[in-house]
């Protein structure tokens, strides 16, 4: 039973912030790469953010859209990851999807949850 459930989306207005959480279960993500990806209406699933798993080198990176505004980070003894998202615009307005990957072992997406950006 593995699970990636997200939470705290919602809708704000431009400029403001929100934080994403994503608890997961079965897996020890410290030796998992965990990702975070959004989906607009009638578009591609597109990579936000990346988190190479921590045995391996530890870094981040960011798609160019929200590089330097949103922040992803692990409380590995919790087994959560986050995604803080700073001085949203409407053109971040999507479902978010956390990922769990490991090549060879598997591929894991939480269920999504909606962010909307709007005044």
């Known amino acids: 039973q593995v699970q990636l459930v997200e939470s705290g989306g919602g809708m704000v207005q431009p400029g403001g912030s929100l934080r994403l959480s994503c608890a997961v279960s079965?897996?020890?993500?410290?030796?998992?790469?965990m990702s975070w990806y959004r989906q607009a209406p009638g578009k591609e699933r597109e990579l936000v953010a990346h988190?190479?798993?921590?045995?391996?080198?530890?870094?981040?990176t960011y798609g160019d859209s929200v590089k330097g505004r949103f922040t992803i980070s692990r409380v590995n003894p919790k087994n959560t990851v986050f995604l803080q998202m700073n001085d949203l615009k409407p053109e971040d307005t999507a479902v978010y999807y956390c990922?769990?990957?490991?090549?060879?072992?598997?591929?894991?997406w939480g269920q999504g949850t909606q962010v909307t950006v709007s005044s």
């Open positions: 990922n769990a990957n490991r090549p060879g072992y598997g591929d894991y």
């Open positions: 079965e897996l020890i993500i410290s030796v998992w790469d």
């Open positions: 988190s190479t798993r921590t045995s391996a080198y530890g870094d981040t």
